[in-house]
């Protein structure tokens, strides 16, 4: 039986897509002190909310948090998948030094993320078959965000650099456990565009994921485009309400 579950070994490895879901990340392209930014909506592989602030003129923070919604089942088996991810990250704002709404914002990011995802398979073909995985995961990330805001229309994109570390553990019929480590190293752009009024936009995102190395790269698949619907909020900063009174 432990040679058949080392053989199904590299299979059971090929689903490991299913224990990463990339992240929809934040692009707040702040520009001033006391100006926030906040986003909430639904992706092709999960529910997402993010918000960032910034401190002064030249830094900001963000923090970010994706959790899945699919539970797969059909005549033979039972699929069950849970996938929770949290981000937080320093960055600085008004790369560009630009007048506020007149040209491009450019801003870079830096932080580190946690994830666990969890998934269940119940086989009832002839005799009954149980298997868990279970997926945690942390992450370190370098990220610029570069954009346009108008009044009425945002648009933007971004570029990831993450390095993920992974711990994965299966159990079969809760007998034999199999544990891996391995480490991937995946770029991941994001483009969006908001429309709206001043401080609320509907918002569409789309990304795409790309391992480009990593010691298990082989039998790493992902999701390589994912796409998200979502509402945005922004509240000016302390600069632009007092032009706003004046």
Not at 13 to 24: A, F, I, K, N, T
Not at 227 to 242: F, L
Request: aromatic residues 16%; charged residues 15%; positive net charge.
């Amino acid at each position: 039986m432990k040679q058949l579950y080392f053989f199904i070994i590299p299979l059971l490895l090929q689903s490991c897509s299913l224990m990463y879901v990339p992240s929809v990340s934040s692009i707040p392209l702040l520009e001033e002190k006391g100006e926030f930014h906040g986003e909430a909506g639904m992706s092709t592989n999960s529910i997402y909310a993010n918000a960032a602030y910034a401190f002064t003129n030249n830094f900001a923070a963000s923090v970010s948090g994706n959790l899945s919604y699919e539970n797969l089942p059909n005549s033979e088996q039972t699929y069950d998948f849970v996938h929770r991810y949290a981000e937080a990250s320093l960055g600085t704002i008004n790369v560009l030094h630009s007048e506020r709404s007149k040209r491009p914002s450019l801003e870079i990011y830096g932080g580190m993320g946690m994830g666990r995802a969890t998934a269940n398979r119940y086989y009832y073909h002839k005799s009954y078959y149980y298997m868990d995985y279970t997926c945690n995961y942390y992450s370190f990330f370098a990220q610029g965000n570069f954009g346009l805001k108008r009044r009425i229309v945002e648009v933007g994109t971004s570029l990831r650099l993450v390095y993920s570390q992974f711990n994965y553990v299966v159990n079969e019929n809760k007998k034999f456990p199999f544990q891996t480590n391995f480490g991937i190293f995946c770029a991941e752009p994001m483009g969006f565009v908001g429309v709206g009024v001043k401080n609320l936009k509907f918002v569409h995102r789309f990304g795409y994921s790309l391992p480009i190395y990593g010691s298990s790269s082989g039998e790493f698949n992902w999701t390589l485009l994912h796409a998200s619907i979502g509402i945005s909020c922004r509240i000016a900063g302390k600069t632009d309400k007092s032009k706003n009174n004046n």
